[in-house]
Structure formats: structure tokens, C-alpha cells
């Protein structure tokens, strides 16, 4: 049904309940015995009813899947031909699973940005078509998952194993499976881009919609505005890189929390600003307005406890220029709870351990030691020698706390940030939240222990990320955004106009604002009346509100005037006579 202009009547729109959500079928492909038919006996768990392994794994994928499809709105199925398979692995490192669309499209009836990749489900949802049919288990599926048969098993994780639950119940050491499953299904349905990280070449010479909402915050450039050497050194560029669609804009105040962890240098002018940071899991949290003090280069012995003179593995030799003040130290050798404590005991107030190696954002100073009393963090190699440059010619001066005025994972202009680290890392740079976001966010590069089953505001920003690359939310399947003028969110979309079981006839013209003939004729009743005098009045003011509908619809052009008398003898404003030769020349349906 083509939308057509109504510039009237726009005052009798109003919403109905409506269905809308999408269809997300998993398609198991693997062999017997295998995978999601793996026989072995497993006790049911976390809500989970399957009685073997491969069952709970089923139960499992369709558990997210029907999540998701609950979450979006599309008038097309969504396939994912999914396996659990062996993947890479190792005693302390695995991949987890995989997922992504099957095939990319451009240029379809419907699609917003011409020459520009779609996912395929994306792409189906917003021309109202299957644009690849064909049959399930094919390559006409619109995401492929793979997720890792081995994790647990000796070798592999050893020590985990995977929670199969369909709640967030799962032990420490257990990976819950439908966290990554939700991760992995939003990849495939529009969270990720097609653009090379390695070499910045699009794909085919082609930007991917996904893409169209990134900007570099150094250049100011978008990354279709980019030349392939400027997108390579993009994607390289750790917390520098921002989300500027205006659907997670406006959910970013909602759901990431104030406060990101900083560096201020104060002075000297050639190296003032703000720096990224690491934090420590020792030693008392970052806090507000922060800590201020002078920096100063700590030196201890070059002996076999550290084979260099910054490296605080042993007692510090300049004890009394450290203390009162910060600290700073290179990485290397010894484990950081070791450099932060020997700076505490010349008497630091804190410390900044540089980096030894090239990249970033800095990570965190993993370790633990209860006695530890001051602050610390980690800062990039290139930061620590900027600094050390810096204190060869004069004073320095630092606050290191946290910036309640940035969110943490959000950009100083209120913009998520990408994950964008140095080195570039394949298969998750770009395609994810920066891990300095809190609360954890699903489509980190990582899957946090502390995830809940959500994808949506306040707790999270995936759907928000989807809406803005095309899943606009349409209960109706009308094709009207819900959130973007659709004055009737449940569309009564049968091709004629029905009224209770009498067609009749008269074609249901679908307008822009989401509104057809029948909407706007079922706009017009008014509540129950209890008494006979109240049901008589809203009777004739529903059927005064439906002639005034009508005259402005053939005033328009939408209706004739036999159409007119159509619909007024289905509702009974005419004699019996009339209804009875419309409804009988009608097709009588349910409604």
C-alpha cells in the first residue's frame, strides 16, 4: 500500500495496540551426534529445560534470538544458520563464537543511502522483501554463527566452561552463553562495518551505513570523507574515534555513567592537556575533583631486580624528590603492585607507570596488595616520553582523577566512542563500544562478567546503535517510523475498509502519517457510554466526527461519493436496507 499526503485530518490520529516485532528462526546446521545434537545428558538450568547438551545449546540460541526479535521490528524473517563447531583455542585464550551477515546489499527498493552496504536482515527489513530467497541452511540465510564446541574441555579455557542458562546465574568461571549470543546476533544484524581496519579500503569503493555514523575526533573527519590511508590511521586512533548517530546520542546521558578516569597536565604549556589513562585494581579508586601535585621521575638501583633506573623494582634512590609528589615509572620486569608500593614508601602520593610498548588505550595495572594506599595508573609509551621530554627542561605539574563532566566511554561532546586501539586488532576494532565505557556495555570487545540480558536503554546502547543504522522501530509493519511521525501505531493495514465484518469495499488508503481510512474512521468512536442517554450522544458525535472525515476525504480526492455512502451504511448511519446491500456485496472478515 503506498503512503499518500493527507495535510488534513492529522488532529484524529491516535495510537492502537500493535504486534509488529520480527520472526527469528536459528537453523541448526550440524551433523548428528554433533553440536546442537549433541547427545550428552545435561541437567536443566537457569530456566534452560533441555535434558542433553545439544538441546540446552538450541534452547539457547533461540532464547536470544526471540529476544532480539521481540526488540526490532521487521515484516521479514530473519534466518541465522548457526553450528557449534571447534574453534581457536588455547588453555588461557579462546574465540568464544562468531557471527555475521551472509551477504551485504546496495541500492534496494527502500534503502535510505544509495551506494552504500546494507547487512542482509537490515536491508530485508527496510525494502519489505526478501531480496536473497531461497532455502534455510543456505547461503539465501541472512547470518552465519559459529560458536566454539570446545570451551572447557582440556586445553581450552581450561577451568571454564560454558553457562547455559537463560538467566544471569552462571558461576565466575562460567561463560554465559546467551550474552555472547545477543554480542554475536547484533554483529550480523548491523553492528559492524565492512571497511578494512588493516588497510582503510571500503568495500568494493563502497561505504557500508554502518560507517556513515563514525568521525574522528583529531581530524574531524567522517570516514567516508576519508582517504584509505586516513581511515587506516583512523582506526588506529585508541579514544579518538566517536558514534554520531542521534539515537545513541540521546541514550548516552541514560545509560553511560559520569566520570571518565584522566590525566590533566597542568604545565608545562608544550605537553598541557588531558591523557588517557589506565587504572589500577589496587590501591584506592579515582575519584573527584582528583589529585594535584608535582611529577617527578623516579630512579632506583639497575640491579637484578630491574635491569633499569625508571623501573621502581627496587627501593627508590631519589626518595626525597618523590615524596609529596607523583610518581612516574616505566613498566618492565616486576609486577606493578612492586613499582607502586616502593614509590609509596619513598613517599609518593602517586604513580604513572609508562607503558614499555607502543599502542593503546593504556590497559589497566592488573594485581592486588591490600597495603597499597595511593593511586595509580597506566599511560601509553608515547605519553610517558612526552612527559619524561617535558621534566628535562622544567617542573611539571599533574591531576590524575576522574573528569565528572565526560561519561565514561563517551567523548567530551556526549558521543560514544568506538573502540579504535594501537595496534589494530582484526575482527573487533571499530565494530564495538571502547572499553573505558561503565557500565559494561554488550558490545564491548570483550564479554564482561556483569552483563545483563538487555540491549536497550538505560542499561544499554546496541539497539540505539541499530536504530540509527536503519532498524527503526514499526510495531504496525507499516513502514512509518514509530518514532518518527507515525500517528497511528496500529495500523489497521487490510486493503479495503473493514468495519466489524462488513468490507466494503472502499480501498484503505494508507497516508504519511501512518494513518489509513479505517484508523482514522476508528479514530472517531468515542468511549463506552454507561447510560442510554450518553451512548445516545456519542453515537451521534461518532457518527458527526465520521461525516466530517468523509467530506474532508473527498474534499482531498481519497474517497468518491459512493464510497462515502459505502462506509456510512457499514456503520449503521444509514437505514438497514443500506448496510444490508453494502455488507452482502462485501467480504465478511474478523475485525
Not at 150 to 165: A, K, V
Request: aromatic share 6%; charged share 15%; glycine share 10%.
Amino acid at each position: 500500500m503506498r503512503p499518500r499526503l493527507l495535510s488534513v485530518l492529522v488532529a484524529l490520529a491516535f495510537a492502537l495496540p500493535a504486534a509488529g516485532a520480527t520472526t527469528v528462526t536459528v537453523i541448526n546446521n550440524n551433523a548428528p551426534g554433533i553440536g546442537f545434537n549433541d547427545p550428552t545428558p545435561a541437567a536443566p538450568v537457569g530456566g534452560n529445560a533441555g535434558t542433553t547438551v545439544g538441546e540446552q545449546r538450541l534452547i539457547a540460541f533461540q532464547f536470544a534470538a526471540d529476544l532480539w526479535g521481540a526488540t526490532l521490528d521487521s515484516a521479514v524473517e530473519v534466518r541465522i544458520q548457526a553450528t557449534f563447531e571447534p574453534l581457536s583455542c588455547t588453555a588461557t585464550a579462546a574465540v568464544l563464537g562468531s557471527a555475521g551477515t551472509l551477504q551485504v546489499l546496495r541500492d534496494f527498493p527502500g534503502a535510505p543511502f544509495t551506494g552504500t552496504w546494507y547487512h542482509t536482515a537490515l536491508a530485508n527489513k527496510l525494502g519489505f522483501e526478501d531480496f536473497i530467497p531461497g532455502e534455510p541452511g543456505t547461503t539465501s540465510d541472512d547470518i552465519r554463527a559459529r560458536f566454539n564446541s570446545n570451551i572447557g574441555q582440556p586445553g581450552c579455557l581450561t577451568g571454564s566452561g560454558w553457562y547455559y542458562g537463560l538467566d544471569t546465574g552462571h558461576a565466575a568461571s562460567q561463560i554465559n552463553l546467551a550474552t555472547v549470543l545477543l554480542h554475536e546476533f547484533a554483529h550480523g544484524l548491523g553492528f559492524s562495518s565492512f571497511t578494512s581496519v588493516s588497510t582503510g579500503a571500503l568495500l568494493a569503493g563502497l561505504i557500508d551505513v554502518y560507517s556513515k555514523y563514525y568521525e574522528d575526533n583529531t581530524t574531524g573527519l567522517a570516514r567516508g570523507a576519508m582517504t584509505d590511508l586516513e581511515r587506516k590511521a583512523s582506526a588506529i586512533n585508541p579514544r579518538g574515534v566517536a558514534w554520531n548517530g542521534p539515537t545513541v546520542s540521546a541514550a548516552v546521558p541514560l545509560v553511560l555513567a559520569l566520570g571518565t578516569p584522566l590525566l590533566r597536565v597542568n604545565d608545562p604549556a608544550t605537553v598541557a592537556g588531558d591523557y588517557q589513562v589506565g587504572a589500577a585494581s589496587f590501591g584506592p579508586p579515582l575519584s573527584a575533583p582528583g589529585l594535584t601535585g608535582e611529577l617527578v621521575l623516579a630512579f632506583d638501583a639497575l640491579d637484578a631486580a630491574g635491569p633499569s633506573t625508571t623501573d621502581a623494582c627496587s627501593p627508590i634512590a631519589n626518595a626525597a624528590e618523590v615524596s609529596g609528589r607523583v610518581a612516574l615509572v616505566d613498566r618492565g620486569t616486576c609486577g606493578f603492585v612492586i613499582k607502586v608500593k616502593n614509590a609509596q614508601n619513598a613517599g609518593a602520593i602517586a604513580v604513572l607507570v609508562g607503558d614499555n610498548a607502543a599502542g593503546g588505550p593504556p590497559a589497566g595495572l592488573g594485581g592486588a596488595d591490600p597495603t597499597i594506599t595511593i593511586p595509580a595508573v597506566r599511560i601509553t609509551l608515547a605519553d610517558a616520553q612526552a612527559l619524561k621530554a617535558a621534566l628535562a627542561t622544567s617542573a611539571a605539574h599533574v591531576t590524575l582523577g576522574v573528569d565528572l563532566s565526560v561519561r565514561a566511554g563517551a567523548d567530551r561532546r556526549g558521543r560514544a566512542l568506538l573502540y579504535t586501539p594501537n595496534p589494530v586488532q582484526a575482527g573487533s576494532s571499530v565494530s564495538h563500544w571502547d572499553t573505558s565505557a561503565s557500565p559494561s556495555q554488550l558490545m564491548e570487545p570483550a564479554i564482561n562478567a556483569d552483563l545483563k540480558l538487555a540491549v536497550d536503554a538505560p542499561t544499554d546502547l546496541t539497539r540505539s546503535l541499530l536504530r540509527d543504522v536503519g532498524w527503526y522501530p514499526d510495531r504496525d509493519l507499516d513502514g512509518n517510523p514509530d518514532d518518527a511521525g507515525d500517528q497511528c501505531l496500529g495500523s489497521d493495514l487490510r486493503p479495503t475498509v473493514v468495519i466489524d465484518t462488513c468490507d466494503t469495499g472502499v480501498p484503505n488508503t494508507f497516508f504519511t502519517n501512518g494513518c489509513t481510512i479505517r484508523d482514522l474512521v476508528a479514530a472517531c468512536k468515542p468511549p463506552p457510554a454507561v447510560s442510554k442517554k450518553g451512548q445516545k450522544k456519542a453515537q451521534e458525535a461518532y457518527k458527526h466526527c465520521v461525516q466530517q472525515l468523509l467530506q474532508a476525504l473527498a474534499h482531498e480526492g481519497f474517497v468518491t461519493e459512493r464510497e462515502e455512502h459505502r462506509i456510512e451504511a457499514a456503520l449503521r448511519f444509514e437505514d438497514a436496507e443500506d448496510h444490508q446491500n453494502v455488507c452482502d456485496g462485501g467480504v465478511a472478515q474478523g475485525g
